[in-house]
């Protein structure tokens, strides 16, 4: 199965400015990947999709880009808010059954006014 | 968006009880759902796929007599956890596949928060 890698250490940044978060994964490049929203005490919710021959994904404040020759994904929301701040998981499809997904640990993000 | 539920949001039961959770999808169908167990501070760990009308599949290492998956329908799917311990509480969620026209989301329940004393 996959390794996802994602920072563990929580990401403190300063309202307006952008945060960059990093998913790294180690073995096969996946079709797709995906990122998704956790409040404490929920369930994720979904952000955004990037296909592997898209290098760059936007939606709002959010961008994603994917580089399978790194085998990395960059996620930034820019221009943050407090509200932003929740921790981020990416996901990639499991190889071996369509529609199973494999989560990274996550990385929360904490914006202070 | 697709709106996925879970019942109940969270539950205290006795050790060597068992313990019932509800998904549903409330305004689409589902023939598959997934379950998965969350620990504090780590990822989310798929537990099994559920399957409507069909024996749902685990994940290695997930012992399915001990956490018994029904699909009966295309928009409820429940997990029992037999005979719980202490070590069965965590954060359950369960998500709905739902096939887009550039690939497949899941839509995730808020989760159930279980309890074992």
């Known amino acids: 199965s996959q390794k996802i890698e994602q920072n563990s250490e929580a990401l403190n940044i300063q309202e307006g400015k952008t945060a960059t978060l990093t998913c790294n994964y180690t073995?096969?490049?996946?079709?797709?990947l995906q990122w998704y929203r956790q409040d404490p005490g929920r369930g994720p919710v979904f952000l955004l999709l990037i296909r592997e021959n898209e290098k760059e994904k936007r939606k709002e404040r959010l961008k994603v880009t994917f580089d399978t020759t790194l085998k990395q994904s960059l996620f930034h929301i820019t221009a943050s808010q407090p509200a932003d701040s929740a921790t981020y998981l990416c996901a990639l499809p499991s190889r071996d059954s369509w529609g199973k997904l494999q989560f990274g640990s996550g990385t929360q993000v904490v914006v202070t006014p | 968006g697709a709106v996925v539920s879970q019942h109940p949001s969270w539950v205290i039961c006795k050790s060597g009880t068992s313990v019932k959770i509800e998904c549903r999808s409330l305004?689409?169908?589902?023939?598959?759902m997934f379950w998965y167990r969350q620990f504090p501070k780590q990822s989310l760990m798929l537990m099994a796929t559920?399957?409507?009308?069909?024996?749902?599949?685990?994940e290695q290492g997930v012992e399915k007599d001990k956490f018994l998956i029904n699909h009966a329908s295309l928009t409820l799917s429940t997990l029992t956890v037999t005979s719980a311990h202490p070590e069965d509480s965590s954060f359950y969620i369960c998500s709905a596949r739902v096939n887009r026209g550039n690939g497949v989301e899941q839509f995730f329940g808020p989760g159930t928060r279980l309890t074992v004393l």
């Open positions: 305004d689409f169908q589902a023939t598959t």
């Open positions: 559920s399957n409507e009308g069909s024996k749902a599949t685990y």
């Open positions: 073995n096969y490049s996946p079709a797709y």
